[in-house]
C-alpha cells in the first residue's frame, strides 16, 4: 500500500482520460492524501457521466482546457495518436509552472507530440508499468500501482525539482520510479511489452482462423497457454493499435529478432535436438523465477489472479 503523504503533493491535479489508468490515478491518489483536488475531462459524455456516478474524480468537466485551469498537474490518460490533438486544445489553458505528464506506453511519440506546448510548463513524460486487460472508468482501483514501476523519461533541459514533484506524486500512489532515457524506454518496451501483445493477438488470431477448430473447443481447452493469450489480446485495441504505429522501430526490431530465435526452436524440433530445447527451456525458466524474485509476480498456480482487482497487472 503507498504511503500517506500528510499534505498533497499537488494541490489540483487534472486528468484527461478517465479508463483504467485515469481511474486509478485518481483513486490511488485519494488513498494516499496526494492529490486536494482532482478534476476529471473524458471525451465522451457517457464516460464523463460514469465517472460522475462512481465519484473518483472531485469534478467532472465538460473540456479539456476547463479541466487543466489552474491545474498544477496535468496528466494525458489518452491514447498515444491522441496526444498531439490533446495538446493542442488544453495549450492556452496551462497555468505557468504545471507540470504536464502522461501515462503513455511509448515515449519518443508522446515528446514529439507535446513539444508545442507553452514554455512555461513542465513537460515531464511517464510510463507507469501497470494495467489490466480491462479497460473504461469503471476498471480502475486504487491498488493498481503497487509495488509496480513508473519510468520518468525527462526531457534534457528539464526541472529538476518539477521531476523530483512528479516521482513523489508517483510514489505516494504506491509505485517504484526511476528515470530512463526515452528511447531505452520504447526499446525495453518493445521487448517487455509491446512484442509480447502482438504475440499474443497472433496467436488468437491464428486460432480464429483455423476452421478445424471450432469456437466452442477453443474455449473448453483454454486453461492452459492460450488462456493467457486471449487475456492480454482482449486489451484496448485503440491503444495498441497506437503503440504499434508509434513504436514501429523498435517493436519491429525485436520482431526480427524473435522470428530468429522462433527458426532456432523450430530447426531442434525438425532434427530431434532435445539438448537444445531442454537448455533453451531452462534459461528461459529461469527469468521467470528472476520476475518473481523481483515482486513484479507470484509463483501461484493461477498467476494470483484469485479476483479481477487483486492479480498481477498485464500491459503497459
Same mark, same amino acid.
Given at each position: +500500500? ?14 484527461? &482520460?478517465?479508463?483504467?489508468?485515469? !481511474?486509478? *490515478? ?13 478534476? !476529471?475531462?473524458? #471525451?465522451?459524455?457517457?464516460? #464523463? ?8 474524480? @472531485? ?10 485551469? =489552474? ?12 496526444? $498531439?490533438?490533446?495538446?493542442?486544445? *488544453? ?19 508522446? *515528446? ?6 507553452? /514554455? ?19 476498471? =480502475? ?15 534534457? /533541459? ?5 521531476? &523530483? ?5 508517483? #510514489? ?7 528515470? +530512463? ?23 488468437? =488470431?491464428?486460432? @480464429?482462423? +483455423? ?13 492452459? !497457454? ?7 489480446? $482482449?486489451? /484496448? ?34 532434427? =530431434?535436438?532435445?539438448? +537444445? ?8 525458466? $529461469? *527469468? ?16 494470483? #489472479?484469485? $479476483? ?9
Amino acid at each position: +500500500m503507498s504511503p500517506l503523504v500528510g499534505h498533497p503533493v499537488f494541490e489540483r491535479v487534472a486528468l484527461i &482520460g478517465l479508463g483504467l489508468i485515469g !481511474g486509478s *490515478i485518481a483513486l490511488a491518489a485519494r488513498r494516499a492524501g496526494a492529490a486536494g483536488r482532482v478534476v !476529471g475531462y473524458a #471525451r465522451t459524455a457517457e464516460t #464523463r457521466e460514469t465517472a460522475r456516478r462512481i465519484g473518483f474524480c @472531485d469534478e467532472i468537466v465538460e473540456s479539456a482546457s476547463e479541466a487543466v485551469a =489552474g491545474a498544477d498537474l496535468v496528466i494525458l490518460c489518452v491514447p498515444v495518436g491522441a496526444m $498531439a490533438a490533446v495538446a493542442a486544445e *488544453i495549450a492556452p489553458a496551462l497555468r505557468e509552472g504545471a507540470v504536464v505528464s502522461d501515462v503513455g506506453s511509448v515515449k519518443g511519440a508522446v *515528446i514529439e507530440a507535446l513539444s508545442g506546448l507553452p /514554455d512555461h510548463v513542465h513537460v515531464i513524460p511517464a510510463h507507469p508499468l501497470a494495467g489490466t486487460e480491462h479497460s473504461g472508468p469503471e476498471s =480502475g482501483f486504487a491498488e493498481l500501482f503497487d509495488n509496480r514501476y513508473c519510468l520518468l523519461t525527462p526531457l534534457p /533541459d528539464g526541472d529538476a525539482e518539477a521531476e &523530483g514533484r512528479l516521482a513523489r506524486f508517483w #510514489r505516494a500512489l504506491g509505485a517504484n520510479v526511476e528515470a +530512463m532515457a526515452p528511447e531505452r524506454h520504447d526499446l525495453v518496451l518493445a521487448v517487455t511489452s509491446h512484442a509480447p501483445h502482438l504475440i499474443a493477438y497472433t496467436m488468437v =488470431g491464428v486460432a @480464429d482462423d +483455423m476452421r478445424r477448430v471450432t469456437k466452442s473447443e477453443v474455449i473448453k481447452y483454454s486453461a492452459a !497457454g492460450f488462456r493467457d493469450f486471449t487475456r492480454i489480446a $482482449a486489451s /484496448d485495441p485503440t491503444m495498441w493499435r497506437d503503440v504499434f504505429l508509434t513504436n514501429r522501430e523498435a517493436t519491429l526490431e525485436i520482431l526480427g529478432r524473435f522470428t530468429e530465435e522462433l527458426f532456432a526452436l523450430q530447426r531442434a524440433i525438425r532434427t =530431434g535436438n532435445g539438448d +537444445m530445447l531442454f537448455d533453451y527451456f531452462t534459461r528461459t525458466r $529461469a *527469468i521467470r523465477r528472476g520476475i518473481i524474485d523481483a515482486g513484479q509476480d507470484t509463483a501461484a498456480p493461477d498467476f494470483g #489472479r484469485v $479476483a479481477a482487482r487483486s492479480g498481477p497487472k498485464a500491459g503497459e
